[in-house]
């Protein structure tokens, strides 16, 4: 008789708990009396690769520069925002993201906290990155402008200008896979394109060669929830470029 040994499941911190999971499989087959097992040559090579995780030295190099800039961030006064804001948000996530979220600039509750999408755009924005099979902590999310603009208000341009620098830094520290553009200013912020948002979104355009696929931003959504099919199928688009698979819906 024979069986087919588990597909490798090894993540980039999963290593030890697949070759564990490996061996009391078969050693419960061995119980059950099998004395053989089909393997996939390529997955026994896999298995005996250390993790691909990164060194904890470039780790704690990528917490040190992003820590850098948010050290920038909240003693910046380069635009006028600096004078009204509560605190900076620098934007927050993994050190090692596939996805960079983008937005426009915090609001009432982030400029509270000092976190990046928190308040009911943000509760939503955390509903989209789960229903993507993954979690905040597994992405990065931030803005073009560290500050609240007052009232809310659309950043202005010589404000996005001031504070754009940090963001180019914090991406090209990230190196995320993809970015996704929350609405129209984020995009026109990293692009300076001056098209809608409902004619960008869905099609993949590219910042310093990385993928970027703009959708609308959570807080249209709250307007108008109509367009969360569209946003899904924009995060369906993101997930096949990252080679993943949204898991079955609950
Ligand atoms: N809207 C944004 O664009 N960014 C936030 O952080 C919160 C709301």
Wanted: overall charge neutral; some cysteine.
């Amino acid at each position: 008789m024979s069986k087919k040994a588990p597909g490798n499941t090894a993540s980039r911190t999963g290593w030890p708990d697949v070759v564990q999971g490996l061996e009391d499989y078969l050693l419960y087959l061995r119980d059950e009396g099998v004395r053989e097992v089909e393997a996939d040559p390529e997955q026994v090579r896999r298995l005996s690769e250390p993790p691909v995780a990164p060194a904890p030295a470039e780790d704690a190099t990528l917490a040190d520069g992003l820590a850098g800039i948010a050290e920038r961030v909240t003693a910046c006064t380069l635009c006028p925002l600096h004078k009204s804001r509560t605190r900076t948000v620098p934007g927050q996530g993994s050190i090692t993201p596939e996805i960079f979220f983008i937005g426009e600039g915090p609001g009432a509750d982030e400029d509270r906290q000092g976190l990046a999408f928190v308040g009911r755009a943000g509760q939503l924005l955390t509903k989209i990155i789960e229903a993507m099979g993954l979690t905040r902590e597994q992405v990065f999310i931030g803005n073009i402008v560290k500050c609240r603009p007052p009232g809310n208000r659309t950043p202005l341009p010589e404000e996005m200008q001031a504070c754009l620098p940090y963001l180019r830094e914090q991406i090209a520290i990230l190196k995320p896979r993809v970015i996704v553009g929350l609405g129209a200013t984020a995009v026109k912020g990293l692009l300076e394109v001056e098209t809608g948002i409902t004619r960008l979104r869905g099609r993949w355009m590219s910042y310093e060669g990385i993928d970027l696929m703009p959708t609308f931003h959570p807080a249209y959504l709250l307007r108008n929830p109509a367009g969360k099919r569209e946003v899904w199928e924009d995060m369906k688009a993101v997930l096949a470029r990252l080679g993943r698979t949204p898991p079955p819906r609950t």
